[in-house]
């Protein structure tokens, strides 16, 4: 079973140092899980016994397509209405606890590795009867319409769904894909990509998609832009269009993140 990564908050001694990996390029930007803690954390309207720690938000001369969140929902949190906006979709990925969703009208319990897609306008809710937090990653983003297609909520899991080798890797690197690539319905991927320890992205991708990756399990040396970084699970890393970028997964495990990007929209110029 996956041990995805998720953040306890607390503050460091005043012992520690300061030095952490932080960094911020105007191509993209590193948030380490050491940065995760109460200080950092927000509440959502609408939310009850819940904290948030926003990770990417649109900023004009960066990425500008999606919002992405680490949600912490605490032991008899809610939320009756999440969304606020009715053309915003968005992906829930639950990393630990249970979750009880209610989907247009459908009850789900929701357990580690539980993946949540709800279409623009889904009427969703949740709960958290568990006792201990259930702390989920929140991916959000203004839905395009598409004449002829409509996207629709539903309801799976890392588990059930079998990865996607890339071609000639031997198996060494695979997607996890929730929806069929070639579904024009869908204007955003957040897929879960696994490499094995050794296994790299073996040449600098250059591309128009804009990124959020959210590192599950295991290490890497990630290649961003110029720059050679390492990264850890429980770290974020922000990706603007056209960042180059590569890795090598570092063992001695796999090497997984959650990663969005946006799809299938023709470029809008007027």
């Known amino acids: 079973m996956s041990n995805y990564y998720s953040p306890e908050g607390g503050l460091p001694a005043q012992t520690a140092l300061l030095t952490d990996r932080a960094v911020v390029k105007a191509a993209y930007t590193v948030i380490p899980r050491g940065v995760l803690r109460n200080i950092v954390t927000s509440n959502l309207p609408g939310w009850e016994n819940t904290r948030a720690w926003i990770l990417a938000r649109p900023i004009a001369g ?4 999606f919002a992405q969140y680490i949600v912490e929902v605490a032991p008899g949190g809610c939320s009756a209405k999440p969304e606020p906006e009715a053309g ?6 639950l990393t630990r606890g249970t979750l009880t969703l209610t989907l247009d009208g459908t009850e789900h319990t929701l357990e580690p590795g539980a993946y949540v897609y709800t279409a623009a306008g889904a009427r969703w809710s949740v709960r958290n009867d ?3 937090p259930a702390t989920f990653q929140w991916v959000r983003k203004a839905y395009e319409p598409l004449e002829g297609y409509t996207a629709t909520s539903f309801v799976t899991s890392d588990a059930a769904v079998t990865p996607s ?18 579904d024009l319905a869908h204007d955003m991927h957040v897929n879960i990509v696994t490499f094995e320890p050794g296994a790299v992205i073996p040449f600098a991708e250059t591309h128009v998609m804009e990124h959020g990756i959210f590192v599950l399990e295991g290490k890497a040396v990630y290649r961003l ?11 974020f890393m922000w990706l603007r269009a056209f960042c180059p970028q590569a890795c090598y997964a570092g063992g001695p495990g796999q090497f997984r993140y959650l990663l969005y990007k ?3 929209r023709q470029i809008r110029l007027t």
């Open 225 to 235: 832009n110029d720059d050679w970084v390492e990264v850890e699970a429980g770290d």
């Open 165 to 182: 080798a890339m071609p000639d890797t031997d198996n060494r690197w695979s997607t996890t894909r929730f929806v069929d690539p070639n």
């Open 62 to 65: 960066f990425a500008t397509t």
């Open 130 to 132: 568990g006792d201990e």
């Open 88 to 93: 915003v979709e968005s992906v829930l990925f």
């Open 262 to 264: 946006d799809v299938n």
